[in-house]
């Protein structure tokens, strides 16, 4: 039997084009479910057709037939005026000129009035003219955006409630990074016009931090989280404290944030995003790449992507060709082999069969995957940081499944650092919203939700360098350990054990408040051979050290044969620090020590 | 909480004569956005509201942790229920046949005979379990015995009770269950409700409805009695008969005979059921119609509207003294109601005189106007002598008099006939009768034609 006092748990990743949803199991775990039509990934589209409303992927095949009244692309709308958004649309149905908030009209088709119930139901003859069977009426419908984002979350909503069996009561939503504060209102508006709960607005990369468990060793290992870098350690240890990039690359837009980590608290230290780059990239690319190829075959000119004045059988090419592009993208990120694009009657009545191997498609999409490593070294340089310095890249987004952009990125960090995607990128981010309402729903009893949610409106004071230790005595310049990270929100503590030399009778820690530092050491590279005319450059490898700062103090303690000591530092708000050091054991003897 | 990291760093013993180099305090710290995300953000969060220390909160963590594990070793924990299913068993429930089981006593034979159709589930699933231990054949074969009749029986108890419908069909007929019910006739006012509480305490338990509403004391209020009432002549019961139905012959392969017991059993079963709900409904009609809290309700109601009725009268007839006070409350009120009402009511008086002359002016008005009329007609409706007034003209004289007599107040008519009537026939009444449209001013514009033109000859 299910505990009654489980909460039920949604978590919704709305995202531009595709939305996620998930919940939490019954052993605790987070769980992203499929909707009724066996979908994990739901597009955010919303089709009418005739008397009809098409929600989600039944609603993308419209766009071929049916563009001008299929909606698309309505999130990043909320919480702006017209005049604000960019409103070209050229398959999809247009935003209306006249009202400030975006808003679509579409033709429906209204169902005729239902005729009186009679009275009489007897199978007699009743004398009365049998009334003619009404036709339903062609008329407009006029939606705002929210009203659209109030629709579709409302089936998300409802597809959650089927899966559980009741209706979730703590949800929290995903926002991208970008969203101000009134985008967020709008959007938490719209969703509780839906009858949806929202604890929280989560930001996209907040909620794949909290996904990952990053910066708690145990639970992140417990859940099999780690990434697997090419070299060092980080394959099995989940360092505390450390230097995180998440990026989030979706269908339209790529957005990195750069993250401090420390002891599992998240302080940004930069972001940043293109609207230009994302998985409709690729697609262009595939769509450019299968048009050739068919105008090649079949000798017929087919130029993809239109123009707002191509011509509609175009368009239309373009939207059919659009839709297989999709699934062949899908297969080139899942499995290893060619993968197959088949249309028919693309135009002209003329069929495409072709296909596309990962090899060739890599070449492709080189240039994009060189964009969005170059967007991601301009994004950690603008946050003051060198690559060298990340620690970990956490990937969300279908559009990071591509193995050659998880290859490329990872050739950019230091080889000690991972690249992640153990949680489906394309998963995570809702994911991480149920893990965050199922962390809020075991909120204290003293406290509002709404006060802790207020705490981080404000900037939070943190560490303007790193802190770590040295062992006294030493004439090294470098630290032995690093204990916070740069960026740490403050107040924090850490705890810290360490080993003792055997037959030790005192022994002593320095804490020196660190410099970190990128060493770049030149490996001349072997002498080119004759027959090659390129000259090779020279390898460069950079190597992060932290170096001795300002020193801070000093603590020792008495061991007495103790295998190990056990060291407690704790920064306050303001830069009071509080040190104490004691032998294994003997926590209360501790030496302790305040700055 | 605190995690404890471990790092790959071994102390040398202190270097001796070592001096600690000059200490400088912390750079100043800077800011930075924090994700609200995550336990850590959440617990820093508790630290900061809640103003704790983080060894203050490492202790409150603690405790509450500790506090959480024991009642999680609880529930489900067998210590929870401590007697439960250990019933000793009589002589007659070990010797029970198990092929009898529709006979047997199942919350008797888990040991819940004093729970019976109040044990949950978690109470089925600990006290079947202590059974086993106890019963189970394993056990007796020691003993040399190798009945394990007793041990079927507590298995066929188990899946009965586990069962949720076979469950309600057992609870539906459960002999145990005293059913007896006092005649309410009989019970004297004093320990009505205390009387008969229990009996509806133990019908509800056939409720679809959860929770029942309760009995209610000798004072509940009316609106209490009368939802008790409501609830239970709209009683929808659970309560179902299957448990008594004749078993099909299992070898029996006459498909007809199968039927024929199928159908009596159906029949059996509504009838069974139809004569349950007519228990039930006698009891609340007999139960309704003796309790005294109606009779009550019914005799402070009467009090009340004999109040109203009577005002001061009634409130010495009041039953009780709290009644006594409201009805005096209610009679200052009135009385206080009435001395705000006597200043209108003078001057109601002088409405009733005013309205009775109006209506003799009304009445007059008519004969007024006949008389005015005349004059008008006397003077061959304004025209010169020689032309006969046509239809068309007479008509509008009379319409424009009829709007005149409208407009004026009925003094004003009679004013204007003995004007008219002194003035004599022709240019007299004329003059009068424009004086008197003018004299209207704008209420009369555009209505008059007629009696605005100038006299003749003028």
Known sequence: ?595 | MATLTTLPLTLPALPSGYSAPSSSGLSKPSSAHTYPAGPSFLSSARRQLLQRSFAEDDKLVLAQRKKEAEEASKVGGEEQYPGLGEEEEDKATLAQDPKEWKKQDHYAVLGLGNLRYKATDDHIKVAHRRKVLRHHPDKKAASGSNDDGFFKCIQKAHETLTNPERRRQFDSVDEAIEDSVPNPASIPAGKYCATLAPVFAREARFSKVQPVPGFGGEDASKKEVEGFYDFWYNFDSWRSFEWHDKEVDEDSTNRDNKRFTEKKNKSERTRRKKEDNTRLRELVDSVLANDPRIKRIKAEEKAARDAKKKGGAAAAKGPSAADKKAEEDKKAKEEAAKKAAATPELSKAEKEAQKKAKEAARKNLKKWKKSIQAVIAASNYFLPAITAPSAAQIDAHLTELDTLCDLLEPEEVKDLKEKVEAAGPGEGAKTELKARVVGLGQKADGKFVEFTKDPLGA
Request: hydrophobic share 40%; net charge negative.
């Open chain 1, 1 to 595: 039997m299910r505990n009654r006092s489980i909460p039920h748990i949604l978590g919704i990743n709305f995202g531009q084009s595709f939305a996620s949803i998930a919940v939490i199991d019954k052993e605790g775990h987070p769980e992203c479910i499929a909707n009724e039509e066996g979908e994990r990934q739901i597009a955010c589209a919303i089709s009418y057709s005739g008397e009809q409303v098409y929600i989600g992927n039944g609603a993308k095949p419209f766009l071929v037939k049916n563009g001008k009244n299929t909606i698309m692309g309505f999130r990043n709308l909320l919480g702006h005026t017209y005049d604000e958004v960019d409103h070209t649309a050229i398959l999809t149905a247009p935003l209306l000129s006249s009202s400030t908030t975006p808003s679509y009209e579409v033709d429906i088709l209204v169902p005729p009035p239902k005729a009186p119930e009679k009275g009489n139901r007897s199978a007699a003859a009743s004398g009365a003219a049998t009334p003619a069977v009404q036709e339903p009426t062609a008329g407009k419908k006029t939606l705002t955006a929210p009203e659209v984002t109030t629709l579709f979350l409302s089936t998300l909503f409802t597809s959650a409630s089927d899966y559980l069996g009741v209706k979730p009561t703590h949800c929290v939503i995903s926002a991208p990074t970008w969203f101000g504060p009134e985008q967020q209102a709008e959007l938490r508006k719209a969703a509780e016009a839906a009858g949806i709960h929202v604890l929280q607005v989560l930001d996209e990369a907040a909620a794949v931090l909290v996904g990952y468990r990053v910066g708690m060793p145990e639970e992140r290992k417990e859940r099999g989280l780690l990434g697997q870098p090419e070299e060092g350690d980080a394959g099995e240890v989940e360092k505390t404290d450390k230097k995180v990039v998440v990026l989030d690359m979706g269908e339209t837009s790529l957005s990195v944030s750069v993250v401090a980590v420390s002891n599992g608290e998240y302080t940004v230290l930069g972001k940043g995003r293109d609207d230009k780059l994302g998985g409709r990239e690729f697609d262009n690319l595939l769509l450019k790449h299968f048009a050739k190829e068919f105008t090649k075959k079949t000798k017929t000119a087919l130029d993809v992507p239109c123009s707002e004045s191509a011509p509609a059988g175009d368009k239309r090419a373009e939207a059919k060709l659009r839709l297989a592009v999709e699934h062949t993208k899908r297969s080139l990120s899942a499995s290893s082999g060619a993968a197959t694009c088949a249309v028919e009657s693309l135009k002209d009545g003329l069929d495409l069969s072709t296909s596309v191997n990962r090899l060739r498609f890599d070449s492709l999409a080189a240039p994009v995957f060189r964009q969005v490593g170059e967007r991601l070294r301009q994004i950690v340089k603008d946050a003051g940081l060198d690559l060298a310095q990340i620690d970990e890249v956490l990937l969300a987004g279908a559009s990071t499944l591509f193995p050659g952009l998880q290859s490329n990125l990872a050739l950019l960090l230091a080889p000690t650092a991972p690249v992640t995607a153990a949680i489906d990128p394309s998963q995570v981010i809702a994911i991480g919203c149920a893990l965050q309402a199922l962390h809020l729903s075991k909120l204290d009893k003293d406290l509002q939700l709404s006060d802790v949610l207020a705490l981080a409106d404000r900037d939070a004071e943190t560490l303007s360098a790193p802190i770590g230790i040295a062992i006294p005595g030493e004439k090294s310049e470098v630290l032995a350990a690093k204990l916070f990270e740069q960026g740490s929100a403050l107040p924090s503590r850490r705890r810290v054990a360490l080993g003792v030399v055997g037959g030790a009778e005192k022994v002593g820690v320095e804490l020196w408040e660190g410099k970190e530092e990128v060493k770049i050491t030149r490996v001349p590279a072997p002498p080119a051979e004759d027959d090659e005319d390129e000259e090779e450059e020279d390898e460069e490898i950079k190597e992060v050290v932290l170096n001795k700062g300002k020193f801070l103090g000093y603590v020792e303690t008495e061991v007495k044969g103790a295998k190990g000591v056990q060291m407690e530092v704790i920064v306050q708000k303001g830069g009071k620090v509080e040190v104490r050091l004691w032998a294994e054991g003997k926590e209360e003897d501790a030496t302790t020590l305040t700055m």
